[in-house]
């Protein structure tokens, strides 16, 4: 029998604002398409707004929980996950066709970002300032921003949403989550996890809704006043909404958009290297990560060397059932399969595809054996000679197609890695320091890779980007803690009476005319 879910709202499973049976939905696995992983009830906009105003009710008693013991309890969703990891890996990989291995990466993922913060719970440190007056004492605390609605993408169900949902909840705050509509079911049990480690009832709530539902919701809730901070990971069109929205109520929301990652092949690179983080960043989770690699820029004296050995290494690799050892299984969701097929379109006459087929693999179109019947399966695509005004150069391709191109100076590698106005992700493979420390004082990307891929984080490195890329906001370590907290200052007058500062400040007159 296929589960049925629901949003939780207070802690409670709720139908009421979810769609009828007409309107609920099946998440399907990517990988077979005809089997159901669960049956969804989709929530309306009044759902979500009646979500927030629960977060709002259950905040202020969860921020009275000393933060140690809130540490404790991230501490223990930390240890349900790990002792789950299994369970959840594989659901993972049965609803969006990520490859077993990095699926259960990806729960590791969130392991390592609840061992860190459960530190930070002892950590909340403020300040005891120096008063520039006597008998007076000056604070700094952090408090919590109070309701957070974090809206998350699909290709890393469980992972990101950790990123936002285990330092918001750790600093005080309530939070309304609202997962991607294709990952629900994998939202749903990370959920569950959450609630296990005992948080009280509207601390954290799961809003199962389509995207114009969850708009009009956030919007009503910001009217009321009921949501202080929005995180939001996806595509940089809807990141613009969503901060269009924030800024009429003057918050700044934590944004986490998509990428264009260029990676740069130095002359005195280590091909074999660098074609096998080309491999893995262009092609791993079928390309349809925010680091994802987008160009190639390869130094025009390596340029056919590396061209051949990465075509050759695209040819050899696995793709297809995503529970075996693949490279990559299928693309997310039909949604996504549509619009990489539109990214195909973007090839053209001057472009060269150097690895095979395109499209999507099927009988008529195979890859060697591998038929990809019954999944949404598609051939990895290198072009070469991508020029810097294609839409292939400039855009983000969410699926396993990457662009490549040549350069003959440092100077003009950084100008095009830098010219599609992304700034997420970027990477040079050199063995030359000076190279490597002029790519990352001239790229604008928020994290640079040396001889490694563009993807890949750790749980205590700030991640973000600049430009289309993010608003500069960062998750992970300490620096998220800046979005889901506020600084307040603090003095404490104790000298029994009204001391001005700058007026009534103590003034030692210095001997100016004095020389030796």
Not at 215 to 232: I, Q, S
Not at 400 to 422: D, H, K, M, W
Not at 430 to 455: E, L
């Amino acid at each position: 029998m296929t589960d049925e879910i629901t949003s939780v709202i207070g802690g409670k499973q709720t139908l009421n604002g979810t769609a009828g049976d007409a309107d609920a939905y099946d998440s399907v696995n990517p990988a077979r398409l005809d089997e159901v992983v669960a049956r969804v009830r989709p929530a309306d906009a009044e759902t979500f707004s009646s979500a927030c105003r629960t977060a709002a009710a259950a905040q202020p008693e969860w921020a009275r929980v000393p933060a140690p013991v809130r540490g404790r309890v991230i501490a223990s969703i930390g240890r349900l996950v790990e002792a789950n990891a299994e369970t959840l890996a594989r659901l993972v990989t049965r609803e969006i066709g990520k490859p077993y291995a990095e699926a259960l990466g990806e729960v590791r993922e969130i392991v390592d970002t609840c061992d860190f913060f459960l530190g930070e719970g002892r950590r909340l440190y403020g300040q005891t300032v120096p008063s520039e007056m006597p008998d007076k004492n000056l604070f700094t605390f952090r408090v919590p921003v109070g309701v957070a609605a974090v809206i998350t993408a699909g290709n890393f169900p469980v992972a990101v949403p950790s990123w936002y949902l285990v330092p918001a909840l750790l600093a005080g705050n309530a939070v309304v989550w609202k997962p991607a509509e294709y990952a629900a079911a994998s939202a749903h049990a990370l959920y569950r996890l959450f609630a296990a480690a005992g948080l009280p009832d509207g601390v954290l709530n799961l809003v199962l809704a389509d995207g114009p539902a969850t708009y009009r919701g956030l919007e009503a809730a910001l009217d009321e006043g009921t949501v202080h901070k929005v995180g939001f990971t996806g595509s940089t069109e809807v990141g613009r909404r969503i901060g269009e929205l924030c800024g009429r109520h003057l918050q700044s929301p934590c944004l986490e958009l998509g990428g264009k990652n260029p990676m740069v092949v130095m002359p005195d690179a280590d091909l074999d290297l660098a074609v096998e983080g080309a491999l893995f960043a262009g092609f791993g989770t079928a390309g349809q990560r925010c680091t994802s690699l987008g160009t190639v820029i390869v130094h025009e004296s390596v340029h056919d060397e590396f061209l051949g050995r990465y075509a050759r290494a695209v040819a050899e690799a696995v793709i297809g059932d995503p529970a075996g050892d693949v490279l990559c299984g299928p693309l997310l969701d039909h949604r996504f399969a549509a619009r990489y097929e539109d990214y195909l379109g973007w090839i053209r006459p001057h472009h060269t595809v150097v690895s095979g087929p395109t499209g999507r693999i099927t009988v008529e179109n195979p890859r060697g054996d591998f038929t990809g019947e019954g999944g949404l399966y598609y051939h990895p695509v290198i072009v070469d000679g991508v020029r810097a005004d294609d839409r292939l150069f400039l855009e983000e391709t969410f699926g396993p197609i990457v662009g490549v191109t040549g350069f003959s100076t440092l100077e003009e590698a950084v100008g095009l890695a830098n010219r599609p106005g992304y700034g997420l992700s970027s990477s040079i493979y050199t063995t030359d320091p000076k190279s490597a420390f002029r790519f990352r004082a001239g790229i604008g990307a928020g994290m640079v890779s040396v001889n490694n891929s563009t993807s890949g984080a750790e749980a205590h490195l700030p991640f973000g980007g600049n430009g289309k890329s993010g608003n500069g906001s960062r998750q992970s370590g300490v620096w998220v803690l800046d979005q889901f907290t506020r600084w307040q200052a603090m003095n404490w007058d104790y000298s029994g009476r009204l001391q001005k500062a700058q007026m009534d400040v103590t003034e030692i007159i210095p001997d100016m005319d004095f020389r030796l």
